[in-house]
């Protein structure tokens, strides 16, 4: 195991080469990559009052998709420090772009781990929205273009969201003055793991229209939905998932496009971002510069024929 030191500084110059990457395909807004984290969930929640990793438990997760061991929640959920406002400083200080950072949300914290203190799964969801909250508005201090919840449990739970997931969400984003986001997926595609695609996008998107966050990152690409959803969210910023977050597959920019300008019937244009369905974190860095490009060429063929 490296010395912190060692570590922190090959985090660093990690950060950096995800930076260039996206800078070098093109993007509009860039992240850190989460070079820093080994599970996107577990990086902020090891850190936060109440959760203890030293034993272990098994948790059905993902609406029976899959049993992992998972940290518990063995206390009040308060946040005492800052967790990430350094990621942030260092991300912002590595680029002249504007800057999305991202933060678990209260439904795939709830579904990721043991509750072995609040025996209420909405309960649970409000304390970890109130806490990740504090850590938002400390991230808000340094003004990047957006915050971004990560929802994929929502896609699997959709009873869920709206019994408790969307007020759980609107505690997220309460007081934050940048833009905010929530994202949805089906989950990382995974060699041996079913993802069965359920109909469930359009209860959620409807929603999400009443939430109180400003843009909706949505798996359109790797689900093959109908972008006909996009009718049920008229108010929001649509960060509009056209390329599948797989190396198994290499899409056309042309192909990609179209499916843009589709997307772009059922929402005003202005308020539609290309993105890939979801993080690149399991492909290497050649293909994620590969789908970043098609990406990119596809939002300036789509850009083009508007």
């Known amino acids: 195991m490296l010395p912190e030191k060692l570590l922190s500084a090959a985090q660093d110059d990690a950060t950096i080469i995800a930076i260039n990457l996206q800078e070098k395909a093109g993007l509009d807004i860039i992240t850190d990559g989460e070079q820093r984290r080994k599970n996107y969930v577990t990086y902020l929640t090891s850190n936060m009052n109440g959760f203890d990793y030293e034993e272990l438990k098994p948790k059905e997760m993902a609406g029976g998709r899959r049993t992992l061991l998972a940290g518990r929640c063995v206390g009040p959920i308060t946040h005492q420090k800052s967790l990430i406002v350094k990621d942030l400083e260092f991300t912002l200080s590595k680029t002249k772009k504007p800057v999305k950072i991202t933060l678990p949300g209260p439904m795939t914290v709830v579904d990721s781990t043991v509750d072995e203190f609040y025996g209420n799964e909405r309960e649970m969801a409000f304390a970890w929205a109130r806490a990740i909250n504090q850590e938002a508005k400390l991230l808000d201090k340094l003004k990047p273009e957006v915050i971004q919840f990560d929802e994929p449990r929502f ?77 049920n969210c008229p108010s929001k910023t649509v960060i509009f998932g056209c390329v599948f977050n797989s190396a198994e597959v290499m899409e056309d920019p042309k192909e990609v496009a179209a499916q843009l300008l589709k997307a772009s019937e059922y929402i005003d244009p202005l308020r539609l971002q290309a993105a890939p369905d979801c993080g690149l974190v399991m492909m290497n860095d050649a293909d994620a510069l590969k789908k970043l490009n098609i990406l990119v060429d596809a939002a300036k063929l789509a850009r083009q024929q508007i």
């Open 155 to 231: 896609s699997r739970l959709p009873n869920k969201v709206e019994e408790w997931g969307i007020e759980a969400l609107n505690i997220c984003v309460r007081g934050i003055q940048c833009k905010t986001a929530v994202h949805v997926c089906y989950g990382y595609p995974q060699p041996g793991l079913s993802r069965p695609i359920n109909n469930s996008y359009g209860t959620i998107i409807s929603l999400l229209e009443k939430s109180n966050v400003d843009q909706l990152a949505l798996e359109f690409a790797g689900a093959n939905l109908d972008p006909s959803y996009l009718k």
